[in-house]
Protein backbone atom coordinates (compact mmCIF):
# COMPACT_ATOMS: atom_id res chain seq x y z
CA UNK A 1 0.00 0.00 0.00
CA UNK A 2 2.94 2.38 0.90
CA UNK A 3 4.45 1.83 -2.27
CA UNK A 4 1.02 2.49 -4.45
CA UNK A 5 1.21 5.84 -2.51
CA UNK A 6 4.61 6.88 -2.77
CA UNK A 7 4.19 6.59 -6.89
CA UNK A 8 0.97 8.18 -6.72
CA UNK A 9 2.47 11.15 -4.48
CA UNK A 10 5.08 11.44 -7.51
CA UNK A 11 2.42 11.71 -10.18
CA UNK A 12 0.15 13.56 -8.65
CA UNK A 13 3.33 16.14 -7.97
CA UNK A 14 4.33 15.93 -11.37
CA UNK A 15 0.53 16.92 -12.60
CA UNK A 16 0.40 20.09 -10.18
CA UNK A 17 3.86 21.28 -11.80
CA UNK A 18 2.76 20.85 -15.36
CA UNK A 19 -0.73 23.21 -14.51
CA UNK A 20 1.09 25.30 -12.80
CA UNK A 21 2.72 26.36 -15.82
CA UNK A 22 -0.17 27.28 -17.48
CA UNK A 23 -2.99 28.23 -15.72
CA UNK A 24 -2.42 31.89 -14.08
CA UNK A 25 -2.80 32.32 -10.38
CA UNK A 26 -5.83 33.84 -8.98
CA UNK A 27 -5.15 37.36 -8.43
CA UNK A 28 -7.84 37.98 -5.90
CA UNK A 29 -5.98 34.98 -3.66
CA UNK A 30 -7.11 35.20 -0.22
CA UNK A 31 -8.03 38.87 0.24
CA UNK A 32 -11.38 37.24 -0.61
CA UNK A 33 -12.47 36.27 2.84
CA UNK A 34 -14.95 38.51 4.27
CA UNK A 35 -13.57 40.53 7.80
CA UNK A 36 -16.95 41.58 9.37
CA UNK A 37 -20.46 42.83 8.26
CA UNK A 38 -19.77 46.46 9.46
CA UNK A 39 -19.54 48.26 6.01
CA UNK A 40 -22.64 48.05 4.35
CA UNK A 41 -22.90 48.49 0.56
CA UNK A 42 -26.60 50.59 0.58
CA UNK A 43 -27.16 51.03 -2.82
CA UNK A 44 -25.99 51.01 -6.37
CA UNK A 45 -27.04 53.62 -8.92
CA UNK A 46 -25.60 53.87 -13.02
CA UNK A 47 -26.07 55.82 -15.54
CA UNK A 48 -28.47 58.75 -16.20
CA UNK A 49 -31.66 57.79 -14.53
CA UNK A 50 -30.77 53.64 -15.78
CA UNK A 51 -29.64 55.09 -18.85
CA UNK A 52 -26.19 54.63 -20.36
CA UNK A 53 -24.23 54.42 -24.15
CA UNK A 54 -22.76 51.21 -24.46
CA UNK A 55 -18.55 51.62 -24.64
CA UNK A 56 -18.80 54.95 -23.07
CA UNK A 57 -17.94 55.66 -19.50
CA UNK A 58 -21.29 56.69 -17.70
CA UNK A 59 -21.66 57.21 -13.84
CA UNK A 60 -21.77 54.68 -11.12
CA UNK A 61 -22.94 55.69 -7.70
CA UNK A 62 -22.46 53.65 -4.67
CA UNK A 63 -23.78 54.37 -1.18
CA UNK A 64 -21.64 52.56 1.79
CA UNK A 65 -22.70 52.94 5.28
CA UNK A 66 -19.82 52.10 7.93
CA UNK A 67 -20.98 50.56 11.08
CA UNK A 68 -17.71 49.59 12.19
CA UNK A 69 -14.31 51.00 13.33
CA UNK A 70 -12.42 53.90 11.10
CA UNK A 71 -10.94 52.73 8.30
CA UNK A 72 -8.86 53.33 5.50
CA UNK A 73 -9.61 51.32 2.17
CA UNK A 74 -10.37 50.93 -1.08
CA UNK A 75 -13.65 50.55 -3.45
CA UNK A 76 -13.63 48.81 -7.11
CA UNK A 77 -16.01 48.11 -9.50
CA UNK A 78 -15.19 44.54 -11.32
CA UNK A 79 -16.76 44.61 -14.99
CA UNK A 80 -16.14 41.34 -16.54
CA UNK A 81 -14.35 41.85 -19.88
CA UNK A 82 -14.16 39.70 -22.83
CA UNK A 83 -11.37 37.09 -23.81
CA UNK A 84 -9.70 38.16 -26.63
CA UNK A 85 -7.74 35.84 -28.96
CA UNK A 86 -7.47 32.61 -29.89
CA UNK A 87 -10.19 29.99 -28.19
CA UNK A 88 -12.08 33.02 -27.06
CA UNK A 89 -15.12 30.72 -27.22
CA UNK A 90 -16.97 33.75 -26.56
CA UNK A 91 -16.59 33.80 -22.55
CA UNK A 92 -15.33 35.92 -20.57
CA UNK A 93 -11.56 36.08 -19.38
CA UNK A 94 -12.11 38.03 -15.60
CA UNK A 95 -12.93 41.42 -14.69
CA UNK A 96 -11.45 44.88 -15.13
CA UNK A 97 -11.64 46.86 -12.00
CA UNK A 98 -11.96 50.46 -11.46
CA UNK A 99 -10.36 51.35 -7.91
CA UNK A 100 -10.46 54.34 -5.64
CA UNK A 101 -9.54 54.91 -2.07
CA UNK A 102 -12.07 55.45 0.50
CA UNK A 103 -11.81 56.59 3.88
CA UNK A 104 -14.33 56.34 6.61
CA UNK A 105 -15.35 56.64 9.90
CA UNK A 106 -17.13 55.00 12.26
CA UNK A 107 -20.94 55.40 11.97
CA UNK A 108 -20.47 57.45 8.81
CA UNK A 109 -21.60 57.25 5.10
CA UNK A 110 -20.06 58.29 1.97
CA UNK A 111 -21.23 58.30 -1.78
CA UNK A 112 -18.91 57.47 -3.96
CA UNK A 113 -19.28 58.12 -7.98
CA UNK A 114 -16.84 56.28 -10.57
CA UNK A 115 -16.94 56.61 -14.35
CA UNK A 116 -16.97 53.63 -16.23
CA UNK A 117 -17.87 51.32 -19.16
CA UNK A 118 -21.06 49.28 -18.99
CA UNK A 119 -22.91 46.26 -20.86
CA UNK A 120 -26.07 45.20 -21.19
CA UNK A 121 -27.51 42.35 -18.93
CA UNK A 122 -24.04 41.38 -17.27
CA UNK A 123 -23.62 40.97 -13.82
CA UNK A 124 -20.84 43.56 -11.86
CA UNK A 125 -19.77 43.80 -8.75
CA UNK A 126 -18.97 46.20 -6.42
CA UNK A 127 -16.27 45.34 -3.51
CA UNK A 128 -15.00 47.29 -0.59
CA UNK A 129 -11.47 46.34 1.07
CA UNK A 130 -10.18 46.69 4.20
CA UNK A 131 -6.61 46.07 4.64
CA UNK A 132 -6.29 44.05 1.69
CA UNK A 133 -9.90 41.63 2.54
CA UNK A 134 -13.24 42.33 1.05
CA UNK A 135 -15.86 43.72 3.76
CA UNK A 136 -18.45 44.33 1.82
CA UNK A 137 -19.57 42.90 -1.83
CA UNK A 138 -22.23 43.59 -3.76
CA UNK A 139 -23.50 42.52 -7.71
CA UNK A 140 -25.45 44.84 -9.87
CA UNK A 141 -26.80 44.32 -13.79
CA UNK A 142 -26.78 46.94 -15.86
CA UNK A 143 -29.93 46.99 -17.74
CA UNK A 144 -30.97 49.83 -20.83
CA UNK A 145 -27.94 50.52 -22.60
CA UNK A 146 -28.20 52.53 -26.11
CA UNK A 147 -25.96 51.54 -28.72
CA UNK A 148 -23.12 53.59 -29.49
CA UNK A 149 -24.61 56.11 -32.52
CA UNK A 150 -27.24 57.31 -29.94
CA UNK A 151 -26.87 60.79 -29.60
CA UNK A 152 -26.65 62.09 -25.92
CA UNK A 153 -27.48 65.73 -25.26
CA UNK A 154 -26.37 67.17 -21.81
CA UNK A 155 -28.52 70.28 -20.66
CA UNK A 156 -26.88 73.05 -17.74
CA UNK A 157 -30.34 74.87 -16.51
CA UNK A 158 -31.88 76.13 -14.24
CA UNK A 159 -35.53 75.93 -15.69
CA UNK A 160 -35.77 72.29 -17.19
CA UNK A 161 -39.19 73.35 -17.56
CA UNK A 162 -38.32 75.50 -20.10
CA UNK A 163 -35.81 73.12 -21.86
CA UNK A 164 -37.68 70.27 -22.60
CA UNK A 165 -37.53 70.63 -26.86
CA UNK A 166 -34.27 69.70 -26.40
CA UNK A 167 -35.87 65.96 -26.19
CA UNK A 168 -36.91 66.61 -30.15
CA UNK A 169 -33.00 67.86 -31.40
CA UNK A 170 -32.73 65.85 -33.58
CA UNK A 171 -29.12 65.04 -34.25
CA UNK A 172 -28.98 60.83 -35.62
CA UNK A 173 -31.26 60.14 -38.57
CA UNK A 174 -31.48 57.15 -36.95
CA UNK A 175 -31.70 56.98 -32.91
CA UNK A 176 -33.48 59.70 -30.91
CA UNK A 177 -31.63 61.89 -29.44
CA UNK A 178 -31.33 61.34 -25.42
CA UNK A 179 -31.26 64.26 -22.55
CA UNK A 180 -29.62 64.01 -19.59
CA UNK A 181 -30.00 67.38 -17.40
CA UNK A 182 -27.26 68.16 -15.08
CA UNK A 183 -26.72 70.04 -12.04
CA UNK A 184 -23.31 71.70 -10.78
CA UNK A 185 -23.63 68.77 -8.25
CA UNK A 186 -23.60 65.81 -10.72
CA UNK A 187 -22.11 67.13 -13.98
CA UNK A 188 -18.85 65.06 -14.58
CA UNK A 189 -16.06 65.90 -12.98
CA UNK A 190 -13.31 64.22 -15.28
CA UNK A 191 -13.58 64.06 -18.86
CA UNK A 192 -14.41 60.40 -19.37
CA UNK A 193 -17.34 61.33 -18.12
CA UNK A 194 -18.38 63.26 -20.89
CA UNK A 195 -17.74 61.15 -23.24
CA UNK A 196 -21.18 59.25 -24.09
CA UNK A 197 -22.24 63.34 -24.97
CA UNK A 198 -22.55 65.15 -28.81
CA UNK A 199 -23.36 67.90 -27.55
CA UNK A 200 -23.67 69.87 -24.65
CA UNK A 201 -25.73 72.94 -24.36
CA UNK A 202 -25.59 75.74 -21.07
CA UNK A 203 -28.37 78.16 -21.00
CA UNK A 204 -29.83 80.52 -17.59
CA UNK A 205 -27.18 78.65 -15.68
CA UNK A 206 -24.63 79.84 -13.23
CA UNK A 207 -21.83 78.63 -14.51
CA UNK A 208 -19.48 79.90 -11.79
CA UNK A 209 -21.11 77.06 -9.54
CA UNK A 210 -19.09 74.21 -11.66
CA UNK A 211 -16.02 73.15 -9.71
CA UNK A 212 -12.37 73.80 -11.39
CA UNK A 213 -12.37 70.01 -12.46
CA UNK A 214 -15.91 70.51 -13.54
CA UNK A 215 -15.07 73.43 -16.18
CA UNK A 216 -11.41 71.76 -16.78
CA UNK A 217 -13.16 68.42 -17.74
CA UNK A 218 -16.14 70.58 -19.99
CA UNK A 219 -13.22 72.25 -21.68
CA UNK A 220 -11.25 68.65 -22.72
CA UNK A 221 -14.50 67.33 -23.84
CA UNK A 222 -15.05 70.63 -26.44
CA UNK A 223 -11.45 70.37 -28.17
CA UNK A 224 -11.53 66.63 -28.25
CA UNK A 225 -14.66 67.08 -30.50
CA UNK A 226 -17.58 68.37 -28.34
CA UNK A 227 -20.58 70.42 -29.57
CA UNK A 228 -21.05 73.35 -26.90
CA UNK A 229 -24.02 75.24 -27.23
CA UNK A 230 -24.06 78.35 -25.39
CA UNK A 231 -27.39 80.97 -24.46
CA UNK A 232 -27.23 84.40 -23.16
CA UNK A 233 -29.42 87.01 -23.93
CA UNK A 234 -30.90 88.75 -20.82
CA UNK A 235 -28.97 85.77 -18.34
CA UNK A 236 -25.66 86.29 -19.80
CA UNK A 237 -23.82 87.56 -17.07
CA UNK A 238 -24.23 84.37 -15.33
CA UNK A 239 -24.18 81.95 -18.31
CA UNK A 240 -21.00 83.67 -19.03
CA UNK A 241 -19.44 83.31 -15.29
CA UNK A 242 -16.60 81.01 -15.62
CA UNK A 243 -15.29 81.81 -18.91
CA UNK A 244 -13.02 84.27 -17.75
CA UNK A 245 -9.90 82.62 -19.29
CA UNK A 246 -8.99 82.59 -22.80
CA UNK A 247 -11.57 79.42 -23.64
CA UNK A 248 -14.02 81.71 -24.41
CA UNK A 249 -13.01 85.61 -24.21
CA UNK A 250 -14.72 88.69 -25.76
CA UNK A 251 -16.71 91.44 -24.58
CA UNK A 252 -20.81 92.55 -23.72
CA UNK A 253 -22.37 95.86 -24.41
CA UNK A 254 -25.55 95.58 -22.96
CA UNK A 255 -28.76 93.71 -24.64
CA UNK A 256 -31.19 94.86 -27.15
CA UNK A 257 -35.04 93.55 -28.92
CA UNK A 258 -34.84 92.62 -32.36
CA UNK A 259 -37.54 90.69 -34.11
CA UNK A 260 -36.70 87.28 -35.65
CA UNK A 261 -38.23 84.89 -38.26
CA UNK A 262 -35.44 82.52 -37.93
CA UNK A 263 -37.35 80.64 -34.95
CA UNK A 264 -41.41 81.84 -36.07
CA UNK A 265 -42.48 82.62 -39.64
CA UNK A 266 -44.89 85.30 -37.87
CA UNK A 267 -41.94 87.03 -36.12
CA UNK A 268 -40.25 86.27 -32.30
CA UNK A 269 -39.38 88.89 -30.31
CA UNK A 270 -35.78 88.33 -29.17
CA UNK A 271 -34.00 89.96 -26.11
CA UNK A 272 -30.52 89.48 -27.64
CA UNK A 273 -27.07 90.27 -26.40
CA UNK A 274 -24.54 92.49 -28.06
CA UNK A 275 -21.30 89.59 -27.90
CA UNK A 276 -18.24 90.10 -29.68
CA UNK A 277 -16.47 87.01 -29.03
CA UNK A 278 -12.44 86.82 -29.71
CA UNK A 279 -11.33 83.83 -32.70
CA UNK A 280 -15.29 83.69 -33.86
CA UNK A 281 -17.33 84.20 -36.94
CA UNK A 282 -21.19 85.39 -37.14
CA UNK A 283 -23.00 82.67 -38.76
CA UNK A 284 -26.77 84.31 -38.58
CA UNK A 285 -27.69 87.96 -38.30
CA UNK A 286 -31.21 89.39 -38.19
CA UNK A 287 -31.78 92.90 -37.76
CA UNK A 288 -28.17 93.99 -38.26
CA UNK A 289 -27.38 91.74 -34.93
CA UNK A 290 -25.38 88.39 -34.80
CA UNK A 291 -28.20 85.90 -33.26
CA UNK A 292 -25.36 83.04 -33.38
CA UNK A 293 -21.63 83.19 -33.51
CA UNK A 294 -18.70 79.70 -33.89
CA UNK A 295 -15.81 79.08 -32.75
CA UNK A 296 -13.25 75.92 -33.27
CA UNK A 297 -11.40 74.59 -30.44
CA UNK A 298 -9.11 72.05 -31.39
CA UNK A 299 -11.26 69.62 -32.68
CA UNK A 300 -14.68 70.69 -31.15
CA UNK A 301 -17.34 73.75 -31.42
CA UNK A 302 -18.66 76.54 -29.78
CA UNK A 303 -21.94 78.20 -30.73
CA UNK A 304 -23.04 80.85 -28.86
CA UNK A 305 -26.70 81.65 -29.55
CA UNK A 306 -27.02 85.87 -28.67
CA UNK A 307 -30.65 85.45 -27.20
CA UNK A 308 -31.41 83.11 -23.97
CA UNK A 309 -32.71 79.08 -25.08
CA UNK A 310 -34.84 79.46 -22.23
CA UNK A 311 -36.63 82.42 -22.92
CA UNK A 312 -40.64 82.23 -23.17
CA UNK A 313 -40.65 83.28 -27.06
CA UNK A 314 -37.71 81.35 -28.08
CA UNK A 315 -40.19 77.82 -25.91
CA UNK A 316 -42.84 79.04 -27.77
CA UNK A 317 -41.41 79.61 -31.17
CA UNK A 318 -42.39 76.35 -33.33
CA UNK A 319 -38.83 76.16 -35.29
CA UNK A 320 -36.31 76.15 -31.97
CA UNK A 321 -35.67 72.29 -32.13
CA UNK A 322 -35.01 72.47 -35.37
CA UNK A 323 -32.68 75.66 -35.67
CA UNK A 324 -30.27 73.94 -32.87
CA UNK A 325 -30.67 70.53 -35.30
CA UNK A 326 -30.06 72.31 -38.00
CA UNK A 327 -27.11 74.63 -37.01
CA UNK A 328 -25.52 71.85 -34.94
CA UNK A 329 -25.63 69.93 -38.24
CA UNK A 330 -24.13 72.85 -40.73
CA UNK A 331 -21.87 74.51 -37.50
CA UNK A 332 -21.09 71.89 -35.59
CA UNK A 333 -18.49 69.05 -35.88
CA UNK A 334 -18.47 65.50 -36.75
CA UNK A 335 -18.37 64.30 -33.40
CA UNK A 336 -14.92 62.41 -33.02
CA UNK A 337 -16.42 60.70 -29.43
CA UNK A 338 -18.42 58.40 -31.60
CA UNK A 339 -15.59 56.80 -33.42
CA UNK A 340 -14.90 53.22 -32.71
CA UNK A 341 -11.57 51.70 -32.55
CA UNK A 342 -11.16 50.76 -35.77
CA UNK A 343 -9.45 52.94 -38.56
CA UNK A 344 -11.39 53.80 -41.26
CA UNK A 345 -10.07 51.00 -43.48
CA UNK A 346 -8.11 48.39 -41.29
CA UNK A 347 -8.60 46.94 -38.14
CA UNK A 348 -6.05 48.25 -35.39
CA UNK A 349 -5.83 44.71 -34.08
CA UNK A 350 -4.43 43.09 -37.39
CA UNK A 351 -2.07 45.81 -37.56
CA UNK A 352 -0.63 46.01 -34.36
CA UNK A 353 -0.79 41.57 -34.40
CA UNK A 354 1.31 41.76 -37.79
CA UNK A 355 3.65 44.63 -36.89
CA UNK A 356 4.10 43.00 -33.61
CA UNK A 357 7.73 43.82 -32.37
CA UNK A 358 7.83 40.24 -30.87
CA UNK A 359 7.68 36.64 -32.30
CA UNK A 360 4.77 35.88 -31.19
CA UNK A 361 4.45 31.97 -29.46
CA UNK A 362 2.49 29.70 -31.91
CA UNK A 363 -0.48 27.92 -30.59
CA UNK A 364 0.20 25.05 -33.19
CA UNK A 365 3.73 24.72 -32.41
CA UNK A 366 2.41 24.03 -29.00
CA UNK A 367 -0.48 21.54 -30.03
CA UNK A 368 2.10 19.54 -32.17
CA UNK A 369 4.62 19.26 -29.49
CA UNK A 370 1.31 18.13 -27.05
CA UNK A 371 0.49 15.43 -30.13
CA UNK A 372 4.05 14.19 -30.35
CA UNK A 373 3.83 13.51 -26.45
CA UNK A 374 0.47 12.08 -26.21
CA UNK A 375 0.42 9.80 -29.79
CA UNK A 376 3.95 8.43 -29.87
CA UNK A 377 6.57 9.36 -26.78
CA UNK A 378 4.33 7.80 -24.12
CA UNK A 379 2.75 4.65 -26.03
CA UNK A 380 6.55 4.27 -27.13
CA UNK A 381 7.35 4.17 -23.42
CA UNK A 382 4.57 1.72 -22.66
CA UNK A 383 5.32 -0.61 -25.03
CA UNK A 384 9.31 -0.51 -24.58
CA UNK A 385 8.89 -1.36 -21.02
CA UNK A 386 5.91 -3.76 -21.92
CA UNK A 387 8.79 -5.66 -24.14
CA UNK A 388 11.36 -5.57 -21.40
CA UNK A 389 8.73 -6.92 -18.74
CA UNK A 390 8.96 -3.77 -16.75
CA UNK A 391 5.46 -2.27 -17.02
CA UNK A 392 5.85 -1.31 -13.30
CA UNK A 393 8.40 1.12 -14.15
CA UNK A 394 5.27 3.60 -15.72
CA UNK A 395 4.71 5.08 -12.34
CA UNK A 396 8.46 6.26 -12.77
CA UNK A 397 8.79 6.44 -16.50
CA UNK A 398 5.51 8.43 -17.03
CA UNK A 399 6.57 11.56 -14.63
CA UNK A 400 9.98 11.42 -15.88
CA UNK A 401 8.83 11.96 -19.47
CA UNK A 402 6.20 15.07 -18.05
CA UNK A 403 9.16 16.58 -16.44
CA UNK A 404 10.92 15.98 -19.55
CA UNK A 405 8.14 17.41 -21.62
CA UNK A 406 7.73 20.47 -19.21
CA UNK A 407 10.91 21.43 -19.81
CA UNK A 408 10.38 21.29 -23.79
CA UNK A 409 7.27 23.22 -23.44
CA UNK A 410 9.27 26.24 -21.08
CA UNK A 411 12.54 26.24 -23.71
CA UNK A 412 10.18 26.62 -26.49
CA UNK A 413 8.47 29.66 -24.54
CA UNK A 414 11.24 31.39 -23.62
CA UNK A 415 13.00 31.34 -27.12
CA UNK A 416 10.08 33.23 -27.82
CA UNK A 417 10.43 35.58 -25.16
CA UNK A 418 7.94 35.25 -23.29
CA UNK A 419 9.46 36.77 -20.16
CA UNK A 420 10.16 39.87 -21.78
CA UNK A 421 8.35 42.99 -21.91
CA UNK A 422 7.50 43.73 -25.73
CA UNK A 423 5.76 46.69 -26.98
CA UNK A 424 4.04 47.73 -30.32
CA UNK A 425 2.78 50.84 -30.53
CA UNK A 426 0.44 52.73 -33.30
CA UNK A 427 -0.15 56.37 -33.20
CA UNK A 428 -3.58 58.10 -35.40
CA UNK A 429 -3.04 61.62 -35.63
CA UNK A 430 -5.45 64.05 -36.57
CA UNK A 431 -4.17 67.78 -37.42
CA UNK A 432 -5.89 70.83 -37.58
CA UNK A 433 -4.69 73.98 -37.59
CA UNK A 434 -5.31 74.42 -33.44
CA UNK A 435 -4.59 71.19 -32.23
CA UNK A 436 -3.21 67.64 -32.40
CA UNK A 437 -5.72 64.68 -31.51
CA UNK A 438 -3.12 61.50 -30.75
CA UNK A 439 -5.25 58.31 -30.21
CA UNK A 440 -2.20 55.48 -29.38
CA UNK A 441 -3.05 52.16 -29.50
CA UNK A 442 -0.50 49.80 -27.78
CA UNK A 443 -0.08 46.40 -27.56
CA UNK A 444 1.74 44.55 -25.45
CA UNK A 445 2.97 40.89 -25.72
CA UNK A 446 4.57 37.91 -24.37
CA UNK A 447 4.54 39.69 -21.04
CA UNK A 448 5.80 38.04 -17.65
CA UNK A 449 3.42 37.21 -15.29
CA UNK A 450 2.89 40.03 -12.44
CA UNK A 451 1.96 43.14 -11.99
CA UNK A 452 2.39 46.01 -15.03
CA UNK A 453 1.83 49.11 -14.10
CA UNK A 454 1.47 51.83 -16.79
CA UNK A 455 1.98 55.95 -15.32
CA UNK A 456 0.74 58.46 -18.33
CA UNK A 457 -1.05 61.45 -18.74
CA UNK A 458 -3.22 59.82 -21.38
CA UNK A 459 -6.12 58.59 -20.48
CA UNK A 460 -5.32 54.50 -20.47
CA UNK A 461 -7.92 52.03 -20.78
CA UNK A 462 -7.90 48.15 -21.66
CA UNK A 463 -9.61 47.99 -24.87
CA UNK A 464 -11.42 44.90 -26.58
CA UNK A 465 -11.28 45.24 -30.34
CA UNK A 466 -13.99 42.89 -30.51
CA UNK A 467 -17.25 44.54 -30.84
CA UNK A 468 -18.96 41.35 -30.58
CA UNK A 469 -22.08 41.32 -28.56
CA UNK A 470 -22.28 37.68 -28.85
CA UNK A 471 -21.04 36.59 -25.71
CA UNK A 472 -22.51 33.71 -23.52
CA UNK A 473 -24.15 35.80 -20.48
CA UNK A 474 -25.08 32.48 -18.72
CA UNK A 475 -21.16 31.67 -18.23
CA UNK A 476 -19.66 31.88 -15.10
CA UNK A 477 -16.47 35.12 -15.06
CA UNK A 478 -13.17 33.54 -13.86
CA UNK A 479 -12.52 34.77 -10.66
CA UNK A 480 -9.51 37.33 -11.83
CA UNK A 481 -8.55 40.72 -12.47
CA UNK A 482 -7.10 41.18 -15.78
CA UNK A 483 -6.61 45.02 -15.61
CA UNK A 484 -6.93 47.45 -12.99
CA UNK A 485 -7.81 51.27 -13.83
CA UNK A 486 -6.78 53.47 -10.26
CA UNK A 487 -8.87 57.07 -10.40
CA UNK A 488 -6.86 58.43 -7.93
CA UNK A 489 -3.50 58.79 -9.82
CA UNK A 490 -4.70 58.12 -13.47
CA UNK A 491 -2.79 54.68 -13.92
CA UNK A 492 -3.30 51.53 -15.08
CA UNK A 493 -2.30 48.01 -13.62
CA UNK A 494 -2.17 44.55 -16.70
CA UNK A 495 -2.44 42.75 -13.78
CA UNK A 496 -3.42 38.74 -14.98
CA UNK A 497 -0.87 37.88 -18.19
CA UNK A 498 -0.94 34.31 -19.74
CA UNK A 499 1.39 33.26 -22.54
CA UNK A 500 -1.01 33.48 -25.48
CA UNK A 501 -2.53 37.07 -24.32
CA UNK A 502 -2.58 39.59 -26.45
CA UNK A 503 -3.22 43.05 -24.01
CA UNK A 504 -4.35 45.76 -25.88
CA UNK A 505 -4.95 49.75 -23.93
CA UNK A 506 -6.03 52.84 -26.00
CA UNK A 507 -4.28 56.32 -24.56
CA UNK A 508 -5.83 59.27 -25.68
CA UNK A 509 -4.07 63.01 -25.60
CA UNK A 510 -4.63 66.06 -27.40
CA UNK A 511 -1.79 68.92 -27.82
CA UNK A 512 -0.46 72.08 -29.62
CA UNK A 513 -0.88 71.84 -32.96
CA UNK A 514 2.38 71.97 -35.22
CA UNK A 515 0.59 73.15 -38.29
CA UNK A 516 -1.68 71.09 -40.58
CA UNK A 517 -1.84 69.53 -44.11
CA UNK A 518 -3.67 70.61 -46.90
CA UNK A 519 -4.73 69.81 -50.38
CA UNK A 520 -5.98 72.38 -53.04
CA UNK A 521 -7.05 71.00 -56.89
CA UNK A 522 -6.40 72.86 -59.59
CA UNK A 523 -5.91 72.17 -64.03
CA UNK A 524 -2.36 72.48 -65.66
CA UNK A 525 -1.84 71.69 -69.48
CA UNK A 526 -4.96 69.41 -69.22
CA UNK A 527 -3.99 67.52 -66.34
CA UNK A 528 -6.07 67.68 -62.94
CA UNK A 529 -3.37 68.47 -60.26
CA UNK A 530 -3.43 67.85 -56.49
CA UNK A 531 -0.85 69.82 -54.44
CA UNK A 532 -0.33 68.54 -51.08
CA UNK A 533 1.40 71.15 -48.43
CA UNK A 534 2.63 70.42 -45.64
CA UNK A 535 2.63 73.27 -42.82
CA UNK A 536 3.74 70.45 -40.14
CA UNK A 537 7.04 70.48 -38.47
CA UNK A 538 7.00 66.89 -39.41
CA UNK A 539 8.97 65.07 -42.46
CA UNK A 540 6.05 63.08 -44.15
CA UNK A 541 7.65 59.78 -45.34
CA UNK A 542 5.66 56.78 -47.60
CA UNK A 543 2.91 59.34 -47.99
CA UNK A 544 -0.34 58.51 -49.63
CA UNK A 545 -3.14 60.62 -51.09
CA UNK A 546 -6.61 57.98 -50.61
CA UNK A 547 -9.12 59.63 -53.08
CA UNK A 548 -13.10 59.30 -52.20
CA UNK A 549 -13.82 55.83 -54.08
CA UNK A 550 -10.56 54.50 -51.65
CA UNK A 551 -7.95 54.20 -54.66
CA UNK A 552 -4.37 55.52 -53.87
CA UNK A 553 -1.92 57.45 -55.49
CA UNK A 554 1.80 56.83 -53.92
CA UNK A 555 3.99 60.54 -52.99
CA UNK A 556 7.41 61.04 -52.61
CA UNK A 557 9.15 62.51 -48.95
CA UNK A 558 7.16 65.39 -48.55
CA UNK A 559 9.46 67.52 -46.02
CA UNK A 560 8.39 69.72 -42.87
CA UNK A 561 6.76 73.23 -44.50
CA UNK A 562 7.06 72.01 -48.37
CA UNK A 563 4.41 70.94 -50.44
CA UNK A 564 4.67 68.68 -53.34
CA UNK A 565 2.37 68.62 -56.84
CA UNK A 566 1.19 65.18 -58.32
CA UNK A 567 -1.28 64.49 -60.93
CA UNK A 568 -4.22 62.98 -60.42
CA UNK A 569 -4.20 61.34 -64.09
CA UNK A 570 -0.66 60.11 -64.23
CA UNK A 571 0.46 59.13 -61.28
CA UNK A 572 0.61 55.64 -60.35
CA UNK A 573 -2.61 54.72 -58.74
CA UNK A 574 -0.82 51.60 -56.21
CA UNK A 575 -3.92 49.66 -55.18
CA UNK A 576 -7.38 50.38 -54.03
CA UNK A 577 -8.12 49.92 -50.47
CA UNK A 578 -11.92 48.66 -51.03
CA UNK A 579 -9.87 45.82 -52.18
CA UNK A 580 -8.05 45.34 -48.70
CA UNK A 581 -4.92 46.94 -47.47
CA UNK A 582 -2.44 43.90 -48.58
CA UNK A 583 -3.47 45.21 -52.35
CA UNK A 584 -1.73 47.73 -51.71
CA UNK A 585 1.17 46.46 -49.87
CA UNK A 586 1.87 43.82 -52.71
CA UNK A 587 2.28 46.64 -55.50
CA UNK A 588 4.18 48.86 -53.26
CA UNK A 589 6.32 46.73 -51.32
CA UNK A 590 5.92 43.82 -53.90
CA UNK A 591 4.85 41.63 -50.57
CA UNK A 592 1.92 39.35 -50.99
CA UNK A 593 -0.03 38.32 -47.71
CA UNK A 594 0.80 35.06 -48.01
CA UNK A 595 4.97 35.78 -48.21
CA UNK A 596 4.92 38.24 -45.38
CA UNK A 597 5.29 35.68 -42.78
CA UNK A 598 8.51 34.21 -44.32
CA UNK A 599 10.29 37.46 -44.25
CA UNK A 600 12.75 38.24 -41.21
CA UNK A 601 11.89 40.34 -38.09
CA UNK A 602 14.05 43.22 -39.63
CA UNK A 603 11.74 43.35 -43.25
CA UNK A 604 8.85 42.85 -41.32
Known amino acids: MKYFEKKLSVFLTTLIFMVSIFVPMNIFAADEKKANNDVI ?72 T ?27 KALGGSFSGTPYIGVLSEDNVNMAYTKNIAISDSAQSVVVNFTEKDFPQIYNGLTSFNTIIISNFDTSKLSEN ?40 GTSVIKSTKLDENGTELNIANLNVDNSETVLEESGKGILLKSKKQGGTILVTTFDLTNSAVVNSNKISDFITENIKVYGTDNILNENDNNLFWNVENILSTFSETNKISVKMLFSIFTIYIIFIFPSAYFILKRK ?8 AVPALAVVFSIVIIGYI ?13 NIINLTKDS ?36 DQGKAVPNKIKSTINLDDNSFTLNDVNVIDSNKIKGNAIRTSSGDMSLELFLKDKDIMGKIKNNTDYKIEDAFVVVKDGGVIKLDTIEPKSEKEFSLITSSIVGNLKNGPWEVIDNFFKINQSSFNKLSKKNK
Open 389 to 396: DKKEKMWY
Open 114 to 140: MDIKLDNYVDNLVKVYKDNKVVAEKSF
Open 41 to 112: IESIDYGYDKTFKIGYECPVTIKVKNNGKDFNGDIKILIPTKTIGFMSSNSYGGYDAYTKSISMESGSEKII
Open 214 to 253: QYDALKKWVEKGGNLIIGTGENYKKTLSIFKDDFIKGSVN
Open 436 to 471: ETLESYIQFNNLSKGNNKIESNYDLQRISMDQSSNY
Open 414 to 426: KVCGVNDKYVTSL
